[in-house]
């Protein structure tokens, strides 16, 4: 299997612009987490989905954060508009279990710069 | 707010030598606990899972739950300066992760 894959692997971008990242988790796998990760914070939870259904996105930062999960193999996230405080890595991680245990098998992560 | 603290460190360890990495959590609910290893830019690997109180072995890395004590161990026996990396605690299925400990093993 070729893993969690991320798009894209680098984002530079203006402030106030759109951001759109994209996550393909494991092929199988029922749950789908983002994360951010930033040297002040450390590795943050954003939004967990199990069976595409959103169940926790109390660690979504404010309404410029949104994510999808339109099947299971696909999800997105989005920041519109952009700050740059949004800075950081953003991770996408799959797990197997459906309840959101489990071992999770984290993407390469897309770092954002926001300018 | 559940919680789990970790020393950010670094821990500095002469090659060979025990390394111990320690994690405390808030939530006495708590079930399943994880460390996670993350070298410098990169994604972070799982290394132990464990989920009942004792130690568990997986070659040089020895977990330990304490659930009364609430707080959750790893130690890395034989240091090898490869395992030199950031080395993060996780609670729960959701994972709520300590800001992670920075491991250097020096030859």
């Known amino acids: 299997d070729a893993g969690v894959i991320q798009s894209p692997r680098h984002e530079v971008t203006e402030m106030g612009q759109e951001v759109t990242l994209r996550c393909k988790p494991i092929?199988?796998?029922?749950?789908l987490f983002w994360y951010r990760q930033t040297m002040m914070r450390g590795l943050e939870l954003l939004i967990y989905?199990?069976?595409?259904?959103?169940?926790?996105d109390s660690g979504m930062p404010e309404d410029r954060f949104s994510a999808k999960m339109p099947n299971a193999s696909f999800s997105t996230l989005k920041i519109q508009p952009s700050e740059p405080r949004d800075s950081a890595v953003y991770f996408c991680?799959?797990?197997?279990?459906?309840?959101?245990?489990?071992?999770?098998?984290f993407g390469p992560g897309t770092r954002l710069l926001v300018l | 707010q559940k919680e789990v603290e970790q020393n950010s460190g670094p821990l500095s360890v002469p090659e060979g030598a025990i390394a111990s990495l320690n994690c405390t959590y808030s939530?006495?609910?708590?079930?399943?606990f994880f460390w996670y290893r993350q070298y410098s830019g990169k994604s972070p690997e799982l290394i132990m899972s464990?989920?009942?109180?004792g130690d568990k072995e997986d070659g040089r890395f020895t977990a330990q739950l304490n659930k009364a004590s609430q707080y959750v161990s790893l130690l890395i026996r034989d240091s090898q300066p490869s395992d030199s990396a950031t080395y993060l605690c996780?609670?729960?299925?959701?994972?709520?992760f300590g800001t992670g400990t920075r491991l250097q093993v020096f030859p």
């Open positions: 991680a799959s797990s197997f279990r459906a309840d959101g245990g489990g071992t999770q098998y």
């Open positions: 092929s199988g796998h029922n749950s």
């Open positions: 989905f199990n069976n595409n259904v959103p169940i926790d």
């Open positions: 939530d006495r609910g708590s079930q399943s």
């Open positions: 464990i989920y009942s109180n």
């Open positions: 996780a609670v729960n299925g959701e994972l709520i």
